[in-house]
């Protein structure tokens, strides 16, 4: 039985076609992000999840790195992202990230970028966002 993506779901594809997918979960980046004076001063802890549905990208016929989205690339991208300048907002940076996933290879269909600020709140864990973007929106 073929486990469905999230993607596909959102879709409404009802095909049993097993989808490609890469992630990276637990990036943990230290940015200049918030809108409160002291969040200007120094960096904080985000942390980074991203997903990319590769649709229906078949697996790799040589075993070669060149034949799928290398996630070590992905990584390096999401930090250069987020050390880029300071940005006020999460959503801010979740969406740059998503525009960034689409346009970097044709075979990315949709993405999800969950950032998560573990110091944002005294009491919880992690506060953030989830930004899920497909190819058509």
């Known amino acids: 039985m073929a486990i469905k993506s999230i993607f596909r779901l959102l879709r409404g594809s009802t095909d049993t076609q097993p989808a490609m997918r890469i992630f990276v979960r637990g990036l943990k980046i230290d940015?200049?992000?918030?809108?409160?004076?002291?969040?200007?001063?120094?960096?904080?802890?985000?942390?980074?999840?991203?997903?990319?549905?590769m649709g229906d990208m078949p697996p790799p016929k040589d075993d070669r790195l060149s034949e799928t989205l290398d996630y070590g690339l992905v990584a390096q991208k999401v930090a250069e992202i987020a050390l880029d300048s300071h940005v006020q907002l999460v959503e801010t940076l979740a969406t740059r990230i998503a525009i960034w996933a689409l346009s970097?290879?044709?075979?990315?269909?949709?993405c999800a970028i969950r950032i998560s600020k573990?110091?944002?709140l005294d009491a919880a864990d992690l506060a953030g966002v989830e930004v899920i973007r497909r190819r058509d929106d």
């Open 118 to 120: 573990p110091q944002a």
């Open 31 to 53: 940015a200049f992000i918030g809108v409160y004076p002291h969040e200007y001063e120094q960096r904080q802890p985000i942390i980074v999840d991203i997903e990319l549905d």
């Open 104 to 110: 970097a290879d044709d075979r990315v269909q949709a």
